[in-house]
């Protein structure tokens, strides 16, 4: 198929373009008109064969899910909502059109489940294959939530159940491996916790141990982590401490506001309290401290 064949095939399957788009696929630029009164938050992720996924394990459609729903979760952690996404893609030679195109139905299908549009992209060809994806979402202006604001005293919750990523990987099989796969975006959440009127927050890709440790280091605190983790059935406490891609929001609110156990479904839990002094250090047990040892691209090269 050729490039242009294949930009058509991509128009098609993309639909009509969203809200704000005024221009999409098929100019030198897309055009976007932002709403009054609205902040627009950008995030980049790179999505690379053998780095951030197999093809011997993972679908043309859940590649194509993968490589949205990393950047959704960061719009979800900002409090913000989706608006559209650009999409480069570098296609290897063993990406038929047959790949092609469940790619861009796993993908399609997940920005259209959470209104979110493709105004754009570029194609190549390379030896591996290699996505880069720009995802643009809105807020109300300065309502955006951010890594920094977190305060001594605050509380610190958790979504959902956390491991269940790392289990999923480390078996291939069951529940957990579909949440490795496909997890939800927090993006209703994320709203809800701006409104609740949460100090930091930020999704958790990394792992609880590096993400938690980055939130602190970003407000200028510590953390304690009391009670029980909320654990994804048979995952170990290290994989729910130390596991990446879980895709879950972290934030901390005032100690007196209300956030309730859980949302539509979903639970919160409040895993600990934030501390002053000794930036990013976090206690657990009582004693400092937890090493972060969440995913780090370059601490393994
Ligand atoms: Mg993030």
Redesign the pocket.
Known sequence: MTERKLLEKITAWTGAPGEGIVRGIGDDCAVFRPRAGEDLVF?TDFLIEDVHFRRETHKAADVGYKALV?GL??IA?MGAEPRFCLLSLALPEWADNRWTEGFYKGLLGLAAAHGTTLAGGDLARAEKLVCDIVVCGSVVRNKALRRDGAKPGDALFVSGLLGGSALGLSTGKGKAWKKHLHPEPRLALGRAVRDWGATAC?????GLSL?LHRLCVASNVSASLDGELPLFPGATPEQGIHGGEDYELLFTVRDEAKVPEDFDALPLTRIGTILEGNAGRIRIGGEFELLPMGYDHFSRS
């Open positions: 995030t990393r979760s960061d952690a930020m999704d958790l890709s990394d993400d």
